[in-house]
């Protein structure tokens, strides 16, 4: 089947099937190799902007009819697509289904258009059975899914017994400028981690925070992973949050329980990848029931001086996976 995709998550949604499209987006670079297959968007933010200037831009565009991205419909046509795996839940994060539906409108072919919205784990695994059942992969869809679940409940099976008063307060950050609160399925990944995730319920979309807020609520433990941002994009932005007023006197920092997490990879990209930003975020939470996370995806947020002292050259921003 000649599939194309138009934002990462489903790309690896795509090939934890066993399948490859034929046209992905300009973000799509997981699994290794799909990023030189043809790509059919665009983004129309800076590349190399800061947080604060990126959220602008975002402002920017959505003042005019233009949106954040476009799409290669000369491309497009000659792929000739049988199946398209977009998204409705974020015009921001990803090209959407109104921009895939006008460029459908504009060529030949007549392809089915499978719109992903997920906002619960649930969600995701059960766009994974959507996907296979549009591209008569059931049974590898229901294996990966039972494989996935099978994680799922190791994690929380160490965790089940830790009271409420144990669990430390948990912020997320998937911006820093303005501050957003992780929403979506952030929360019950936090809970099955271990931790009391207070600012956002399961499902809710992220949302941008007054600092009172934050101070008010005081987290024992805070994360920042920016959506579209690896560790290094992180650090180079670190301190949208270090300068705030009262930085300093939280209770996560006093007691060094700061990390950095590549948001563009893991925490906000809704594919079987989200299993992977659990089991980094366990040993985070509950540091005394599990090993330490991977380099790769967390480090302690003091840590990324090294990232930035080490980083050669301007730093590349993920614009087009900004909130």
Known sequence: MRIVTTLPSATELVAALDLEPVGVSHECDYPPGVESLPSITRSRVGADASSEEIDRQVLEIGETDDGVYEVDVDLLEELEPELIVTQGMCDVCA??????????ERIEADPDVLTVDPHTVDDVLDDLERVGRATDREERAREVRADLEERIDAVRERTADITSRERPRVAIFDWTDPAMIAGHWTAELVDWAGGEYGLADVGQRSTPREWGEILEYDPELLIVAPCGFDLEQTAANRTDLTEREGWDELAAVRNDRVWAMDGHHYLNRPGPRLVDTLEA?????SPDRFDGPSESIAVSFDDLEEFASNASGPTETRADQAP
């Open 95 to 104: 090209v959407d289904e109104a921009v895939i539906a006008d460029a459908v």
């Open 281 to 285: 975020l366990a040993p985070i939470v």
